[in-house]
Every structure is written in structure tokens, then in C-alpha cells.
């Protein structure tokens, strides 16, 4: 069976491939002042390093736009002007750098606004996302009675994709996001359906902060990844974005569809644990932060959950009382005690 993101049509932000089979691009959004350069290259820094491939940033009033070129003209990934309310800001952001243009149907003023938008994002030769937010579809279509929310998302973001293809501009993303999981999944896939040929960004809008904004956006995303819709996501949360990229790239991995990072493997402790397994998981997973290298690594409590359960793991320790024997795929390597485990585990890691 063919994927739904293998029927998409390739778009290219900056260097990057988003859809026609390409791996799901990771994005995230600057946070910074928007007319701070220095304060938003850092952070496109920090999130570069993290693994993220795409940035979006806010432009926020037309006195941005110097500091938005700027930014472009530094950052090492490809940077989406985001804008709002305002069609000559997005002409202006594709004139001045921008790798891609997002704009909002519910707030842009409309069709006839739109179309000089169009004609700037073709000049620069960059695609433009379509973004339709549950909470602020245009009122015409917000107080329709005789569609659902999903459906009044998939006619708000349709809407526009068909128009875009009749002007001749089809370098198109869409995404139909929502705050709550089950209107995200059914706007997603309808839209999927209806329109198989666009390249879809993913993401629950406003999901919360980091506990709850992970919860919403995993089980709202995996479903899609899984049935194959979704050719770059983003996962929202309250907190650093940096956080948001690698949350992506740990749902990715659970899914076996992209790896990057090292996957962490630790037993729910139990009273057969002997040490403080808890505070040698939450070490181990901080300090894998900073490991490229797409290796699973377990932590087991006790004998039961050693190295037989993590027997597929690249490295791990299975934990006794107060020491932990180091394993790599399955063979013993050695003893070490509970305060040099985390040490131990790293040092044998780095010789992978």
C-alpha cells in the first residue's frame, strides 16, 4: 500500500525536501524578540545543534522586516516568514530572504489580498504554506451550521489550495490544525483525501505546556505518521523550542521512521530495584542529549528487566544492588558500581 505522503508532490524549503516520499522534515518556531537578530540566530543555533531542519519566524509589524533579512541572510537552515493580518508584510518577507511563506486564510483578507502574495512567493521561487487554524477560520465559514469543525478546516484550507493551482502556483503546504487531538486527526485526514496531491504540515496547535503539549501532540501525531500523513511536523509546546525538536525527533523514532538521536530504554521501577534507578535514567537520558548517533541504550532495574528484555539494545547496564553490569548487544562486558554506572555507560557508548 502506498503511503499518503509518497502521493504528495515535492516542495523544497531552503535545501530542504518536504513531501513525494522524503523523510518528515522537523520544524520549530523562533521565540526570540522578532527584532532581535542576534537573540533569534542563537536560538537557530541551539536548534540546529538539537536536529531541527526548518525555522519558522514570526514577523510581527512591517518595522521587523530589516531584522528578518538579516536573520536569513545569517541562519544556517532555512527560515518561514510567519505572518498575520497583513499581505504586504508576507510580500515584503519573500522579497527579503524567506525560505517559505506562511500565511493564515482567516486573517490575511482574503482572496484578492492573497493573489499578489502569490505572485511574490513565485518571483522568489519559494512554496507557501497555507496554515488554517481552528481558532480563526474566517467568520463566513466559522458560522456555517451544516459542517462539522474538520470539515469547515479542510473547506477553509481546500479553498485556497484549488485556488492557488487555478492561478498556476501549485509549490503549496497545507496544514488544518486544531488544540484538541480528535478534530486535528479527522481535519488531517480528510484533507489526506481530498486534496492527496499537497504536502501536509502536522502539528497540534496550542497543545499546552511541556507534559501535556507532549501527550496531546505524540498521540495526535503518531496516529497520522503512522497511517502515513505528514510531510514536515511540528510538535507546539509552552516551552523552549528546543524542546519541541526533540520531541519530534523521539516520535519519529518510536515509529521507526527517522533516527537521529540515541533511544532510551528503562524499566518502570518496582521493590526488586536495588538502586536509584530513576535519577540513573534521568542522568543517562540528559547526557545523551548531545550524542548523535542513532544507538538504543537501556537502563534496567534489576535482573528480570536485564539484558535478555533489552537483549536488541546497542548498550545498557542491568542494575543489582548498588552495581550494574554493562552489556552490548547481549555480551556482559564488565561490573561497575551505582556511582560510576552513568560514567561506565558513556565511556563504553563513545567506542561504538
Same mark, same amino acid.
Given at each position: ?40 540566530? @542563537? ?11 526548518? /525555522?519558522?519566524?514570526? *514577523? ?47 486573517? *490575511? ?16 521561487? *519559494? ?45 503549496? /503546504?497545507?496544514?488544518?490544525?486544531? $488544540? ?11 484533507? $489526506? ?35 502515513? *500523513? ?35 530504554? $528503562? ?33 534496567? +532495574? ?6 535478555? @528484555? ?9 542494575? +543489582?544492588?548498588?552495581? +550494574? ?24 557508548? /563513545?567506542?561504538?
Amino acid at each position: 500500500m502506498v503511503k499518503a505522503n509518497e502521493q504528495t508532490r515535492r516542495v523544497m524549503v531552503g535545501g530542504v525536501p518536504v513531501g513525494a516520499g522524503a523523510p518528515c522534515a522537523v520544524q520549530s518556531m523562533l521565540n526570540a524578540p522578532a527584532d532581535d537578530v542576534q537573540a533569534n540566530l @542563537e536560538q537557530i543555533g541551539r536548534l540546529a545543534q538539537a536536529g531541527c531542519e526548518i /525555522v519558522r519566524m514570526a *514577523i510581527p509589524r512591517r518595522s521587523c522586516l530589516d531584522a528578518f533579512q538579516a536573520v536569513c541572510e545569517a541562519s544556517p537552515l532555512p527560515v518561514v516568514a510567519d505572518i498575520h493580518f497583513d499581505a504586504e508584510t508576507a510580500i515584503q518577507a519573500a522579497r527579503r530572504g524567506a525560505a517559505k511563506l506562511r500565511i493564515n486564510p482567516g486573517n *490575511i483578507g482574503g482572496l484578492a489580498k492573497t493573489d499578489a502574495v502569490i505572485d511574490a512567493a513565485g518571483e522568489a521561487g *519559494i512554496p507557501i504554506r497555507v496554515g488554517v487554524n481552528a481558532g480563526s477560520l474566517d467568520d463566513a465559514l466559522a458560522a456555517r451550521q451544516d459542517l462539522t469543525l474538520p470539515e469547515k478546516l479542510v473547506e477553509s484550507a481546500a479553498g485556497y489550495a484549488r485556488y492557488f493551482t487555478a492561478r498556476g502556483f501549485t509549490d503549496l /503546504v497545507v496544514s488544518t490544525k486544531a $488544540s484538541d487531538v480528535p478534530t486535528t486527526v479527522a481535519a488531517y485526514r480528510l484533507m $489526506s483525501e481530498r486534496l492527496p496531491e499537497v504536502p501536509l504540515h502536522i502539528g497540534v496547535t496550542e497543545a499546552g505546556t511541556l507534559f501535556q503539549g507532549l501527550v496531546k501532540s505524540a498521540s495526535g501525531l503518531g496516529i497520522l505518521l503512522e497511517e502515513g *500523513i505528514g510531510d514536515t511536523m511540528r510538535i507546539s509546546l509552552t516551552d523552549d523550542p528546543v524542546e519541541e525538536v526533540h520531541a519530534c525527533w523521539t516520535l519519529l523514532s518510536a515509529l521507526g521512521l527517522r533516527r537521529r538521536s540515541p533511544e532510551l530504554v $528503562s524499566c518502570p521501577t518496582c521493590g526488586r530495584c536495588q538502586v536509584d534507578l530513576i535519577a540513573l535514567a534521568k542522568e543517562v537520558e540528559e547526557r545523551l542529549r548531545g550524542v548523535a548517533k542513532p544507538l538504543k541504550v537501556a537502563v534496567m +532495574g534489576c535482573v528480570v528487566n536485564g539484558p535478555g @528484555e533489552a537483549a536488541d539494545a546497542d548498550i545498557g547496564v542491568a542494575c +543489582g544492588a548498588g552495581q +550494574g553490569v554493562l552489556f552490548a548487544g547481549g555480551e556482559t562486558l564488565r561490573k561497575v558500581p551505582e556511582a560510576e554506572i552513568v560514567d561506565a555507560l558513556m565511556d563504553e557508548l /563513545v567506542r561504538l
